[in-house]
């Protein structure tokens, strides 16, 4: 075999050198991009670890938020549990009152009759009684003794009871 010529040397020569160059330049891409492939994943790692955090956050403050509201709620119910025995109490007071109301409304309305009737035994007080030099038989032409069924002994009694003073008296 014989020695390739000068010029194809050179040829090869110039073309490994491309290949060379080529392959460094190559390399040296690689190389940058490998760079910002592990610059962007310790970002992103970053990043992660940080919503991670942020999550873990989020959820504590969530637990805490429950637990605050579970101890509302829990105050809550006992407060309605209160009124409502205090409306219990108020409705059995109620329930013993309204007896006391009817009286006392029935009271009011027969107010004006005895108002009435204590003015008339008032003024039949201030009249007295009887002197003594008033005949005390009866008039012929008044009422006369009540008609009942009585014996010789209960007409004794009323005679005498006729014959006492008549006095008028309130105890009210």
Do not use: W, Y
Request: charged share 25%; with cysteine.
């Amino acid at each position: 075999m014989s020695a390739p010529p000068a010029l194809q040397i050179r040829e090869a020569n110039a073309h490994l050198a491309a290949v060379h160059r080529r392959a460094a330049e190559l390399e040296a891409r690689l190389d940058a991009a490998e760079r910002t492939v592990r610059a962007q994943a310790e970002r992103l790692a970053r990043h992660d670890q940080q919503l991670r955090a942020a999550l873990d956050e989020l959820g504590r403050a969530k637990d805490r938020e429950i637990s605050a509201l579970q101890e509302q709620l829990l105050t809550s119910e006992a407060a309605v549990h209160s009124l409502q025995a205090a409306v219990h109490q108020r409705d059995e007071l109620i329930g013993q009152l309204q007896p006391r109301a009817k009286l006392l409304q029935d009271i009011c309305q027969r107010r004006p009759p005895l108002a009435a009737l204590l003015a008339t035994l008032a003024e039949a007080e201030r009249l007295g009684p009887l002197p003594d030099s008033v005949p005390r038989h009866l008039s012929p032409g008044g009422p006369g003794p009540p008609l009942t069924n009585s014996t010789v002994e209960d007409d004794e009694e009323e005679v005498e009871d006729h014959l006492q003073p008549a006095v008028f008296g309130t105890t009210v």
